[in-house]
Each structure stands twice: as structure tokens, then as C-alpha cells.
């Protein structure tokens, strides 16, 4: 069974730093890509950043790109979002997601607001 516990979400004041982590569990982590979405309130859930299975390939949302970085920890079995210069509009909840299989964890909140 597919389990994603993301953690590390809070309120922070624009411009700062959020590191986002998600534990993995249930399937053998390293054989499978990664991704992290968000969902702002009254917006639909949208891709941030997603990496490859050996982490040399990344990609982000236009609006992410430069700002946040995705790594992923094969040993711990788990996923990171590092989020700098964050922004009001970053404000949402963010899930971790295995590509391939159809589980989602319960989201940690990031709030940015002064």
C-alpha cells in the first residue's frame, strides 16, 4: 500500500524559506519518479516540480523555476521541495505523487503572508 506524508509546511513571510518533505513508503521509492503539486483555494491541484529516478533530471512550473528545487533522498525514501524568495501566490497546500500510481498524501499547508 501507497503511503505520502509531506511535512515541513507553515507560514512564512514573503521572501523566505520553506523546506517541504515527503516520506514514502509502500513501493520500492527508487525505482520510481517523483512529483510535487499544490492547490491554492478555489484553484485546481497543478504540477510544481517533478524528478527523475536517478535526480539528475528536474522539472518546474514556469512559475517556480529558479525558486524552488527539488531532491529526492533514495535512502531515507524521501522527497524534497526546497522553496526560496517564496511569494503570496505560492499559498496552498502541496502533495507529493508517485507518477505511476493513484495515491495522494494528506498535503502539508504553506501560507505566505506578512
Known amino acids: 500500500q501507497v503511503q505520502l506524508v509531506e511535512s515541513g509546511g507553515g507560514l512564512v513571510q514573503p521572501g523566505g524559506s520553506l523546506r517541504l518533505s515527503c516520506a514514502a513508503s509502500?513501493?520500492?521509492?527508487?525505482?520510481?519518479?517523483m512529483s510535487w503539486y499544490r492547490q491554492a483555494p478555489g484553484k485546481e491541484r497543478e504540477l510544481v516540480a517533478h524528478?527523475?529516478?536517478?535526480?539528475?533530471?528536474?522539472n518546474y512550473a514556469d512559475s517556480v523555476k529558479g525558486r524552488f528545487t527539488i531532491s529526492r533522498d533514495d535512502a531515507k525514501n524521501t522527497v524534497y521541495l526546497q522553496m526560496n524568495r517564496l511569494r503570496p501566490e505560492d499559498t496552498a497546500v502541496y502533495y507529493c505523487?508517485?507518477?505511476?500510481?493513484?495515491?495522494w498524501g494528506q498535503g502539508t499547508q504553506v501560507t505566505v503572508s506578512s
Open positions: 509502500g513501493f520500492t521509492f527508487r525505482r520510481y519518479t
Open positions: 505523487k508517485v507518477p505511476n500510481f493513484s495515491s
Open positions: 524528478i527523475s529516478t536517478d535526480g539528475w533530471n528536474t
